[in-house]
Structures are given as structure tokens and as C-alpha cells.
């Protein structure tokens, strides 16, 4: 048998369908770090999903790639930009803007429970399901908001909500 080597190989799609190439790198870590340092400015780009896909070298045709992780982008429910990404296998979001961090995944404990939060401002709550998530992050976004803060405002401060 044949040792190849394995790139790996972060991209994302922007909305008309045009493909952006992050580059190619010898391990999976630093392709992720990639991807996630341009998740950060989705906002700035109209993007629709990301992935990391590895592929063996010397390898022809379907056999030589292999999907790694893929993410849809978002809205946020806190900062309502579009950097929102969703990991579509491990069920897992987070929000990449900067000043925000919001998040959602599975529970780590318990089965069929959803955690969520926002960093900033300490909140972290367990719900049913991905709907009422995003409900209890927007409810404090909405308060933070009426205390005049936003998610993205650079004076935010815990103190303050």
C-alpha cells in the first residue's frame, strides 16, 4: 500500500454561488483556524455556507475528498448580523462577530436538552429545542437593547444588562 498525504482545505460559498478558497494546509487545525478567522467578517460578505474538506493526494475522483464539518450562516438572534454559523453535523452554532459569541449546542449531559448563551453577559440557559434557543437568545438581546446596549457596541459591558 501507498502512503499519501492529506491536505486540508477550508471554503465557503458566497450567495450567487461563487466559491472562495482559503488555501491549503497539512493539518486540520490551522485549515479551521482559517475558516473560522473569515467567519468573523461574514457580515461583510453575503456568504451561505462554509465547509473543511480534507483531501488525499494521488487519489482520482470522489474518493479523494472527504467532507470534514459544514456550516450554514445565520442571522443572529443577538447582534442580527450574518455570522452566524451553524455546524450541521455536531449541532452547534455560534455567532464569529466580534463583542458577541453567542451560541447553541447539544448538551454535553443531558439527552434531548439544548444549551445556549451569550457570553458577554454571562447568560446560559437549557431549553427543549433549537426554536426556543434562539427565542431566549433574542429575549436578551431585546433586554440588553432596551437598556440601550448592543451586542455590538465596543463600550458593552456585563455590568450594564
Not at 33 to 56: I, Y
Amino acid at each position: 500500500m501507498v502512503i499519501t498525504g492529506r491536505v486540508y482545505v477550508p471554503s465557503a460559498v458566497e450567495e450567487g454561488g461563487a466559491v472562495v478558497g482559503m488555501g491549503c494546509f497539512s493539518t486540520q487545525e490551522t485549515a479551521l483556524n482559517v475558516l473560522r478567522s473569515f467567519l468573523k467578517k461574514s457580515h461583510q460578505v453575503p456568504l451561505e455556507r462554509a465547509s473543511v474538506a480534507s483531501w488525499d493526494v494521488d487519489v482520482v475522483g470522489d474518493d479523494a475528498v472527504t467532507v470534514l464539518s459544514e456550516y450554514e450562516c445565520r442571522t443572529c438572534p443577538v447582534c442580527h448580523r450574518t455570522t452566524f454559523w451553524i455546524d450541521i453535523e455536531r449541532f452547534k452554532a455560534k455567532c464569529y462577530g466580534s463583542a458577541c459569541g453567542a451560541w447553541i449546542e447539544e448538551s454535553a449531559v443531558e439527552a434531548g436538552v439544548i444549551d445556549c448563551g451569550w457570553p458577554p453577559t454571562r447568560f446560559a440557559e437549557q431549553v427543549e429545542d433549537i426554536d426556543q434557543a434562539m427565542r431566549s437568545l433574542r429575549r436578551i438581546a431585546a433586554k440588553a437593547e432596551a437598556a440601550g446596549l448592543s451586542a455590538i457596541d465596543d463600550r458593552f459591558s456585563m455590568d450594564e444588562v
